[in-house]
């Protein structure tokens, strides 16, 4: 039998925001986002382990300079979870880093976290690396008690200039 999970992890929060420096002062940082794209984990036999899947996204800030990251799952709770249309879920993790090959760190659904730097971007908005990598795990545990059917999910991802 087989298991669809499908996922979109889509929408993300394009944010303009003020900061204040230590002096008082007032300064705009513009924070551009691209490079999204659709997370889709394919049908999976149901003897799938765990599944992992990565996607790259350019943050880039103009000025340069430090941001936060926040994720939250589309639901009642905001949790990270996929669900079908008997409102069955399947919990998800959420990593985010700056190394292609790493996990990086978790994110915990509404819990914003520090540590992002982001670059100025090169002309025309172009992305500036080091690249923001979105790392989505669904567990082996949480593949098992799925029940058969197709899964969907929304990640939103906020990014804030500190």
């Known amino acids: 039998?087989?298991?669809t999970l499908l996922s979109t992890f889509l929408y993300a929060t394009f944010l303009y925001a003020t900061v204040l420096s230590c002096a008082s002062s007032v300064q705009a940082a513009t924070i551009i986002i691209t490079d999204l794209e659709d997370v889709d984990f394919?049908?999976?036999?149901?003897t799938a382990s765990q599944v992992t899947e990565r996607i790259r996204i350019c943050v880039n800030?103009?000025?340069a300079g430090p941001y936060q990251l926040t994720g939250l799952g589309f639901t009642g709770?905001?949790?990270?979870e996929l669900s079908n249309d008997a409102q069955q879920t399947i919990p998800y993790?959420?990593?985010?880093?700056?190394?292609?090959n790493q996990l990086g760190d978790p994110l915990l659904a509404g819990v914003p976290r520090s540590g992002f730097t982001a670059r100025q971007p090169r002309g025309n908005n172009d992305c500036t690396p080091p690249w923001l990598w979105i790392t989505i795990v669904v567990s082996e545990s949480a593949l098992e008690q799925a029940a058969s059917g197709r899964y969907?999910?929304?990640?939103q991802l906020t990014v804030a200039p500190e």
């Open 152 to 155: 969907r999910g929304t990640l």
């Open 42 to 46: 394919g049908e999976l036999p149901a």
């Open 93 to 100: 993790s959420v990593y985010a880093g700056r190394q292609r």
């Open 61 to 63: 800030s103009n000025p």
């Open 1 to 3: 039998m087989l298991r």
């Open 77 to 80: 709770s905001g949790a990270f």
